[in-house]
DNA sequence: ACTATTCTGTAATAATCATTACACAATTAT
DNA sequence: ATAATTGTGTAATGATTATTACAGAATAGT
């Protein structure tokens, strides 16, 4: 059902070449379906965008559909992955937490690419495709529960009070992420993230206070 | 070029009789619009949905455009008017703060409505009508605005230290009340929302602390 | 009763949507 | 050289899009 897609330069395929870079025309395809939409991106702006024809582009990634979600994993794959890229386990769960989300606010405020998270962005409306839906959903919820994990591991390590309601206080920053998402879709400054960052971790004191 | 909507029913209009009720369809509207946004929901679905025909819409409303914008404002008039409606002046800044973000909280999870926030969902994707994304947006920070207003009277009755950073902890409290909206639209529970809520107001601790 | 006005229903409009049929081009295998 | 295979370009597919022409129905004013 997948698509074989021989990374291997050595083993070539019969039949005449694609005249296309396939890595080139999914970041293509990801940076317009991130600042446009699924529903409002057609594929005729697609195609001239990517510069080829229907057939191959259907050739290469099957259906609309098909070609959104692979472009979302390459996201996740790519501009996505700062979330589980922590520079090392060995540093405080706070200070990945605070390393995550300044991340964030330089990536959603990144001139380079529209702005906020792709993921987030893709949310909002409920979709024609319920399978797309559904798809958004969990590469969502997945990727948030990383910061449920640092939440947990910062009450185990005794850097947060053994009291604290570790669900809540992950959702918190889980909210407080997405909001970001949404202030840089509006057009908020990478600044004005890192404050907004700086202030919710107010809420995971620095020096642990247990009571 | 604003259509002339006479309320008072002692002044007749000649011509055959509207077959629905105006206020009706555009509440009708709102909730179709909220759900499926903008782009996905179409005239079909629309006119099948509030049972009439195509010329009866366009004849009341215009356009699609049109009709989505009356759907905003109608919105802001009726279930998103809980932002303006504060019980009364005579509450300390935080206390009105606390007030509409329960609110929201509770308006967002509201089983009786699509989830979240109608004009923060209407948000993430851009449009192809320009002028539809201008009045999201100009009509979203407008109302941010109101926590603003809130956080500087804070500073100024004393409330918070003279030293707070009054437009970072503002827009820190736009981003926790944006992400709420996205939470709800994934599933949030109106304790989750009251939890991120609690938790946010920490950052305006109940007892002034003066330095 | 008659005219002017406004709404309603049927059915059509041109445009755009995602997708593909088909003929040809470019490659590998034999 | 020939067959098999796969990509490309042109042009079409049927479906759906927002919007409207038109004829008839229902009201108000005269």
């Known amino acids: 059902m997948a698509e074989q897609e021989l990374s291997n330069p050595s083993t070539q395929r019969r039949g005449r070449p694609r005249e296309f870079d396939r890595t ?12 446009h939409g699924y529903e ?17 582009l259907y050739a290469a990634f099957g259906s609309k559909q098909a070609f959104f979600l692979e472009a979302l ?12 890229a922590m520079p090392s386990d060995q540093r405080s769960p706070r200070a990945m937490l605070a390393q995550l989300l300044q991340r964030a606010a330089e990536a959603f405020s990144d001139a380079a690419y529209p702005a906020g998270c792709f993921v987030l ?55 407080v992420l997405q909001g970001m998402s949404l202030q840089a879709r ?26």
């Open 73 to 84: 994993d390459h996201y996740l794959a790519t501009r996505g992955a700062y979330v589980y």
């Open 24 to 35: 080139n025309a999914l970041e293509c395809a990801m940076r317009q379906f991130w600042q």
């Open 121 to 175: 962005a893709s949310i909002s409306a409920t979709y024609d495709s319920y399978e797309i839906e559904q798809a958004i959903v969990q590469r969502c919820q997945q990727r948030m529960s990383k910061i449920d994990e640092l939440v947990a591991l910062g009450v185990q390590t005794g850097e947060l009070p053994a009291t604290t309601n570790a669900e809540e206080l992950a959702q918190f920053f889980v909210c």
């Open 40 to 56: 409002t991106l057609s594929m005729a702006d697609l195609t001239s965008c990517l510069g080829i024809n229907p057939p191959s």
């Open 186 to 211: 509006l057009g908020a400054s990478t600044n004005q993230l890192q404050a907004i960052v700086a202030n919710a971790l107010q809420l995971w004191p620095q020096a642990a206070r247990l009571r």
